[in-house]
């Protein structure tokens, strides 16, 4: 009875610890297996392809504009080569805060309030930022007139036999979209007071000015 005791607890142990053994290779197996697997799924995360897009840059960095001024926003996409080129047009724009400035699928901002905007231009999952300040005219309105026979910065002469004239406005060196006004409709007027363009109706002087966002300018124009 004894022996057989005996030969049955050396073949219980003998059991148990192939048993261990093969427990041990399967977890070895598998660490083997799935390590290269999880390595080659992370290659293209550390190592991205040629054409894989890694970073976007928008420019130009933090500008600001004035009211009802635009600004114009270039995306230049670095790649996994680390080559770079422009996408400003295949990305996606967005302004954080519309009510101080929207930006369209082109990148061009336009102010409409005061504040501070974040510029966002997304592609494939990678982004580029910037921000956007507005603030108000620090100077007035300058005025300029296209069709004038003579400008000085004050005064404007134009030819009743034009028709019409343009007038623009600038502060602070950009473009501004005033409202335009003309103190003597006989002489000249706007059919559209956004548009700047000028009818010019009969011989005489008139004062032409441009107001927008608390800021104005004026001119004084004399058809002859």
Not at 27 to 40: A, S
């Amino acid at each position: 009875m004894l022996k057989l005791f005996r030969k049955y607890s050396s073949a219980v142990r003998d059991a148990c610890f192939r048993s261990s053994h093969a427990t041990h290779y399967k977890i070895g197996l598998i660490i083997f297996l799935i390590v290269p697997i999880l390595f080659v799924a992370s290659c293209g995360k550390f190592f991205p392809s040629a054409s894989t897009l890694v970073a976007i840059s928008i420019s130009p960095s933090n500008p600001s504009v004035q009211l009802s001024a635009t600004q114009q926003f270039t995306a230049t996409g670095t790649f996994g080569d680390s080559s770079s080129q422009n996408v400003t047009s295949s990305v996606t724009w967005t302004s954080s805060s519309t009510n101080v400035a929207t930006i369209n699928s082109s990148g061009l901002a336009t102010a409409v309030a005061t504040g501070t905007t974040t510029i966002t231009a997304a592609e494939s999952g990678v982004s580029g930022l910037t921000t956007l300040t507005v603030s108000t005219q620090a100077n007035g309105i300058t005025i300029s007139c296209s069709g004038c026979t003579s400008q000085t910065s004050t005064t404007a002469t134009a030819s009743l036999a034009l028709g019409s004239v343009t007038f623009t406005a600038t502060s602070n060196g950009q473009t501004v979209s005033p409202i335009w006004s003309s103190s003597n409709q006989g002489v000249a007027t706007f059919a559209n007071s956004s548009s700047g363009v000028a009818t010019l109706l009969s011989t005489g002087t008139t004062t032409i000015t441009a107001a927008a966002n608390g800021a104005s300018g004026s001119i004084t124009l004399t058809v002859q």
